[in-house]
């Protein structure tokens, strides 16, 4: 089968990789695809991700059997839509299913109807009376800018004050654009959070490995907000009797509200959670996509090949398959560029890849790289993934730093403390 993978992140490099494993692969592309990915895909030059009349036109011309959509942009512009009319496969939820991540509004408003727990929540199109509320309901409040703002919309307020700042931020000064138009406010929910993603056909659904994110850029959860800076799996916060609820009580009924609204869901499903007191489940967001890095900590951990899972999903036969999870852990430590989250230098060359491969159970995934005449170099905030697979997530954490102080490359930052809130349940 010919594959093309959207996308040029350290989740597309993981799905990749899972992608080359299968022997039922002839080839594999990728747009536009990183330094990494191209040791394993090939890259089309001059086509960009939203650029879907190109796409279409290299889908024919390649006779590629499906594409997936890595990140969430060309799947919320509708990829799935316009392929589909041209009679390409797209491993994805169409234009409308994938609201529940593009618009934060359209989320809670599906949450809503399907009566799933989440946090108190109103919707403001005017920055007076998104204000208004917050004098009167007060703080610590969650303010949430409606539309996409990779992954950066997010404002968890301690203070009156400092809500105030970021609805001022969002809606009068546009830092994010149209995707300031609305805001989201809700109640801070107080717990652990975990990541639970699914795989769906519109009808049955298979749950892939738990994992948890660390989302603050520094130590204890302290700095701001990122895309991500690493994660392991399993979390053990979720328990085999936890995973059931989850099921039952968030995932069963949004995949049927979405599907009686007449947009059956179908591809990967990301719920964020927040478990409050180590036991009860509310869901915080839902995204149209595997997670990153979380993708870097699930995928390895399954064991049946990526290709054939998908393409039984496509076909309406994934009642048919188990997923298969290993039962060691994984966990996944990310390198970024000095000055990440906010702006940050490219093209600093990295040292000692080569030497962190080579430990046995280490994958490093490639976010933003680029290869000039067989060297690495950074060319993104989120530079390398470095991932560890071990008997238990101690052996794992060890692993991972093991392999990260062997690479190098010039204002290089990490988190020292991955995987370590696994230890409270371990114990």
Same mark, same amino acid.
């Given at each position: 089968?010919?594959?093309?993978?959207?996308?040029?992140?350290?989740?597309?490099?993981?799905?990749?990789?899972?992608?080359?494993?299968?022997?039922?692969?002839?080839?594999?592309?990728?747009?536009?695809? /990183?330094?990494?990915?191209?040791?394993?895909?090939?890259?089309?030059?001059?086509?960009?991700?939203?650029?879907?009349?190109?796409?279409?036109?290299?889908?024919?011309?390649?006779?590629?059997?499906?594409?997936?959509?890595?990140?969430?942009?060309?799947?919320?512009?509708?990829?799935?839509?316009?392929?589909?009319?041209?009679?390409?496969?797209?491993?994805?939820?169409?234009?409308?299913?994938?609201?529940?991540?593009?618009?934060?509004?359209?989320?809670?408003?599906?949450?809503?109807?399907?009566?799933?727990?989440?946090?108190?929540?109103?919707?403001?199109?005017?920055?007076?009376?998104?204000?208004?509320?917050?004098?009167?309901?007060?703080?610590?409040?969650?303010?949430?800018?409606?539309?996409?703002?990779?992954?950066?919309?997010?404002?968890?307020?301690?203070?009156?004050?400092?809500?105030?700042?970021?609805?001022?931020?969002?809606?009068?000064?546009?830092?994010?654009?149209?995707?300031? /138009?609305?805001?989201?406010?809700?109640?801070?929910?107080?717990?652990?959070?975990?990541?639970?993603?699914?795989?769906?056909?519109?009808?049955?659904?298979?749950?892939?490995? /738990?994992?948890?994110?660390?989302?603050?850029?520094?130590?204890?959860?302290?700095?701001?907000?990122?895309?991500?800076?690493?994660?392991?799996?399993?979390?053990?916060?979720?328990?085999?009797?936890?995973?059931?609820?989850?099921?039952?009580?968030?995932?069963?009924?949004?995949?049927?509200?979405?599907?009686?609204?007449?947009?059956?869901?179908?591809?990967?499903?990301?719920?964020?959670?927040?478990?409050?007191?180590?036991?009860?489940?509310?869901?915080?967001?839902?995204?149209?996509?595997?997670?990153?890095?979380?993708?870097?900590?699930?995928?390895?951990?399954?064991?049946?090949?990526?290709?054939?899972?998908?393409?039984?999903?496509?076909?309406?036969?994934?009642?048919?398959?188990?997923?298969?999870?290993?039962?060691?852990?994984?966990?996944?430590?990310?390198?970024?560029?000095?000055?990440?989250?906010?702006?940050?230098?490219?093209?600093?060359?990295?040292?000692?890849?080569?030497?962190?491969?080579?430990?046995?159970?280490?994958?490093?995934?490639?976010?933003?790289?680029?290869?000039? /005449?067989?060297?690495?170099?950074?060319?993104?905030?989120?530079?390398?993934?470095?991932?560890?697979?071990?008997?238990?997530?101690?052996?794992?954490?060890?692993?991972?730093?093991?392999?990260?102080?062997?690479?190098?490359?010039?204002?290089?930052?990490?988190?020292?403390?991955?995987?370590?809130?696994?230890?409270?349940?371990?114990?």
């Amino acid at each position: 089968m010919k594959v093309l993978v959207l996308g040029g992140g350290g989740r597309e490099h993981t799905i990749c990789y899972k992608l080359s494993q299968s022997l039922k692969l002839n080839k594999l592309y990728c747009i536009p695809g /990183n330094g990494g990915i191209s040791q394993i895909a090939e890259i089309p030059e001059g086509i960009s991700l939203t650029d879907f009349e190109k796409i279409a036109d290299f889908c024919k011309e390649k006779q590629i059997d499906f594409v997936i959509p890595g990140p969430e942009e060309p799947l919320v512009k509708g990829i799935r839509n316009y392929l589909e009319e041209k009679k390409i496969k797209v491993f994805g939820p169409d234009k409308v299913a994938s609201l529940i991540e593009g618009s934060k509004s359209f989320a809670k408003e599906i949450m809503a109807k399907a009566g799933i727990p989440t946090a108190k929540f109103e919707i403001f199109d005017e920055s007076s009376k998104a204000k208004a509320y917050v004098e009167k309901r007060g703080a610590p409040i969650v303010i949430k800018a409606d539309g996409l703002c990779a992954g950066k919309g997010v404002f968890v307020c301690e203070t009156k004050e400092e809500a105030i700042k970021a609805i001022e931020k969002i809606m009068e000064e546009k830092i994010f654009g149209e995707s300031g /138009n609305k805001v989201v406010i809700e109640e801070k929910l107080v717990g652990e959070e975990a990541t639970f993603i699914i795989v769906t056909d519109g009808e049955t659904f298979k749950t892939l490995p /738990n994992s948890q994110d660390h989302k603050r850029l520094l130590d204890n959860d302290q700095g701001p907000n990122t895309g991500g800076m690493g994660a392991y799996s399993p979390a053990p916060v979720i328990t085999p009797q936890l995973q059931k609820r989850i099921e039952k009580e968030i995932i069963e009924p949004v995949l049927k509200t979405l599907a009686k609204e007449g947009h059956p869901y179908l591809g990967f499903l990301y719920a964020g959670l927040m478990i409050v007191d180590n036991r009860d489940p509310y869901i915080l967001e839902f995204n149209c996509r595997l997670g990153d890095p979380e993708a870097q900590v699930i995928l390895p951990r399954v064991g049946n090949d990526l290709l054939e899972l998908i393409n039984m999903t496509l076909e309406g036969k994934l009642s048919e398959m188990e997923i298969e999870e290993s039962s060691g852990a994984a966990v996944c430590v990310v390198m970024a560029s000095k000055g990440y989250p906010g702006t940050y230098e490219k093209g600093k060359k990295i040292e000692g890849l080569d030497r962190a491969s080579q430990i046995p159970g280490i994958i490093v995934f490639h976010a933003g790289t680029t290869k000039k /005449n067989g060297e690495f170099y950074t060319s993104g905030g989120r530079v390398l993934g470095v991932t560890a697979l071990d008997k238990d997530i101690p052996s794992a954490i060890e692993k991972a730093y093991k392999a990260v102080a062997l690479i190098s490359f010039e204002g290089a930052q990490y988190r020292k403390d991955i995987g370590q809130k696994a230890f409270k349940h371990l114990k």
